[in-house]
């Protein structure tokens, strides 16, 4: 029996069909790492895209140095020439198309990068197993999954992000509070007015503020809002996200 399995072992380290099932197992369990953090976090591009690409990745590299083996033995006068490198190079360009399907951009805001930078980390180590790197795939597999997992808890805390937001304020014409308003604004350090928009119905006698404001992400709106709702004037209020300029 153990014998057995020494001879299994010895022809999977050996043989070029076991090595090359080394390299795509190892493929799909660097993909299925990296793709259970996306498919956590209810990415589109989660744990099977990860894989499959991934162990592609790996195909197409072993599909490369195959060639090359191939025709090895044709001489330099031969027409035929072999690029072990160009399947690769047309992997990877190839991926951007890809990644540039999982990014979605919306107001203010651009979502999606790093799952199209994990689907290119993906390519990159399955180019690198299929070529038999094992240790650097290894390497780049353990450095690559404390970055999906932890810097995600931590970037809130550390970074604190510029927010761009449209407040509009709505109140009766009988008083203008938008000097009051301003001072409300203005108690907050992380808030800054780019500009104010007014708009007046004469015929409800309303009047309509929309102030556009840069704020750090961990900005409290509640406090500003029960600040503003102080105000007796105030009839209305509301904010959205706004463009990045």
Request: aromatic share 10%; charged share 15%; glycine share 6%.
């Amino acid at each position: 029996m153990l014998e057995s399995l020494y001879n299994l072992s010895d022809w999977f380290l050996h043989s070029d069909t076991g090595l090359v099932f080394i390299k795509l197992v190892m493929s799909v369990i660097s993909g299925l790492l990296i793709g259970y953090e996306r498919e956590v976090h209810g990415q589109a591009a989660g744990l099977r895209t990860n894989i499959l690409v991934c162990l592609a990745g790996c195909l197409l590299m072993i599909i490369s140095l195959e060639i090359t083996e191939i025709f090895q033995n044709y001489s330099q006068e031969s027409t035929i020439r072999v690029n072990p490198s160009r399947i690769a190079s047309y992997a990877v360009a190839g991926m951007g198309f890809l990644g540039a399907g999982a990014i979605i951009k919306g107001k203010g805001s651009v979502r999606g990068l790093t799952t199209a930078a994990s689907l290119w980390m993906v390519t990159a180590l399955g180019l690198a197993i299929g070529a038999g790197f094992f240790i650097p795939a290894f390497l780049t597999l353990l450095v690559s999954l404390p970055v999906l997992y932890n810097l995600r808890l931590l970037k809130p805390d550390i970074i604190k992000n510029d927010v761009h937001t449209l407040l509009t304020v709505k109140c009766s014409c009988i008083v203008y509070p938008l000097n009051h308003i301003k001072d409300v604004l203005n108690q907050y350090k992380d808030v800054t007015i780019e500009s104010i928009n007014y708009y007046e119905d004469r015929e409800y006698c309303t009047a309509t503020y929309t102030f556009r404001l840069i704020s750090k992400n961990d900005l409290k709106w509640e406090t500003i809002i029960n600040s503003l709702l102080q105000i007796e004037s105030i009839l209305e209020l509301s904010w959205t996200e706004a463009d990045v300029p």
